[in-house]
């Protein structure tokens, strides 16, 4: 149970080694979106993701003799870097299980943060059984990216941020859209809310074919996606919203958003020229809502996470090429 | 003449207008340099450079009469959004008087922020007559970009921040590179500097071609550049380093750094992958120097000033390319 004292542990835990990102605006961005937009440029966390916060908080939740055993992830993408980052800080030996078709540079960042990095073939071989071997064989702690509560409330430190800044921008009632995969950063940031900003409302954002959580929230059960590929939103594309954040979400959240490819690639090209950062694909679907789907929210204000920058330069090419 | 006073009004009078701009770092940079690289991304400053601070300075610095009647400024990059935001911030008409081959985004961009623009034709008409001629009809005042004592103090309240950054990350003694055209946020922060941390050095960073600050600093005199155009780094090339600018920087500042042109898109590509932040190349000179001129700095950390963002998509893609 992740209560307020949880969420002020995480804070303490996190504070002066996760990045405090900034709020960024533009008037170009109001225009477009008919109201004033307040962005939380997550992107510029340390490794390039908001991962790095719930990683740092479930490493630094270990015991010393489980730092020193080490810690193992399951992770192509953001949560693996967060993890070798954190656990390398942490003085702690991780392991990082990653499929071998994954992203070189990914692979190759993850090597640099001091993880060891095991390979598997996503078509002949079990990422379970290999991992699982390799924990009990060294004894070392599983790291999941969200569906954990030590995860879960490190992720929540970012909606601490963010509801002091925009209490500080005088933003007390909102709608605040967050890109949204397994619902880690979700629902953490919607715990945030109701302790701190109860005037905040998180709206979880996901692409087309993958709005898993905005059907779930609909039907008030755990929905699966059909397909587990098919977006350019690698980062946010889950089988389903995990059976630890579904409930938090259902409680706190307001309706899902669904966003096409080609927003998510507008919103780019936004952040680009508006904003002069670097967003992923699944990291701009929270401002593709905010600016592409206006009729879907309420008020003068609204709060947007952009949560990764870590994309490919092709992939960036092609968003400024819209 | 620039004190201490000078500096810490200029301080009070931006504060809760300009934007405390983070300060980033990533261990492949860091890697890259051969030491701790901290990066403070004035990119992100509202209107995408630190123009804007030299500006709201300048602008506010003026009697509420002079506001009425309004400003006016001559610049097709940076300088024009500033003077133009700053304006209509502080409830002043603004005149902006840009060449008609300017960039249609820059001159749309400085409309849209509520600015007058003026255009004239480079081969045929004289910009200071027809800014004189307007100036004197309408009784505006004259925001220079650089060699003007409100402008330069506004552009120090970059290094003031930097200064306390820095030494909250226990950097006290270190070189911080600059990217400099005609001098004012170079000699702003070395004033700032001075006055704030002076264990840290302010190196000038120019492009091959356009290093008139470098060989000035080595004459002991103003020296012009051969050519007024033929580099990327539009936002800083300046004929030469001003007269009220030159004396502080020959007093203050270390050597001037010489970087290339592809140096720059370099630099724009890892700021890019690392930092998750778009530099234009102009801006991206200071972290050229840190990184590919390792040789010509001391210590064990070096601070960088990523000055602009507003750079086109097409030559974003030309830096991504590399």
Do not use: W
């Not at 078509?123 to 004894?139: F, P, V």
């Not at 709005?211 to 699966?224: C, H, P, T």
């Not at 669904?258 to 936004?270: F, I």
């Amino acid at each position: 149970m992740i209560d307020a004292d949880t969420l002020s542990q995480a804070s303490a835990r996190v504070a002066g080694i996760v990045r405090e990102t900034p709020v960024l605006s533009s008037p170009f961005l109001d225009e477009i979106a008919g109201r004033k937009v307040f962005v939380k440029a997550e992107c510029l966390q340390h490794t390039g993701s908001f991962k790095y916060r719930g990683a740092t908080n479930a490493v630094r939740s270990l015991s010393a003799e489980a730092l020193a055993r080490g810690v193992i992830a399951f992770s192509s993408g953001n949560h693996a870097q967060g993890v070798a980052r954190a656990a390398a800080e942490a003085g702690a030996p991780a392991v990082i299980i990653m499929p071998k078709d994954a992203p070189k540079l990914k692979i190759d960042n993850t090597r640099s943060m001091g993880a060891e990095v095991v390979l598997y073939d996503r078509d002949t071989e079990d990422r379970m059984a290999i991992g699982t071997r390799i924990a009990k064989e060294r004894g070392l702690s599983l790291i999941p990216p969200f569906d954990f509560e030590p995860t879960i409330a490190g992720q929540a430190t970012c909606g601490v941020e963010f509801a002091e800044q925009l209490s500080a921008l005088g933003v007390k009632q909102a709608d605040v859209t967050v890109c949204c995969g397994g619902g880690g950063l979700t629902a953490g940031v919607a715990l945030a809310f109701e302790r701190d900003a109860p005037g905040l409302r998180v709206r979880p954002c996901e692409p087309e074919g993958f709005d898993d959580v905005a059907r779930s929230l609909v039907s008030g059960q755990i929905e699966q996606n059909p397909r587990a590929s098919g977006s350019i939103c690698d980062a946010i594309i889950t089988a389903s919203p995990g059976t630890m954040t579904f409930p938090i979400m259902q409680r706190l959240c307001g309706p899902g958003v669904v966003v096409s490819d080609q927003e998510c690639l507008n919103a780019m090209r936004e952040a680009f020229l508006r904003l002069k950062l670097v967003a992923e694909p699944g990291g701009a679907a929270a401002l593709a809502a905010a600016l592409y789907h206006a009729e879907a929210f309420e008020g003068d204000a609204i709060g947007v996470l952009i949560t990764g920058g870590n994309v490919d330069p092709e992939m960036f090419v092609r968003a400024l090429s819209g």
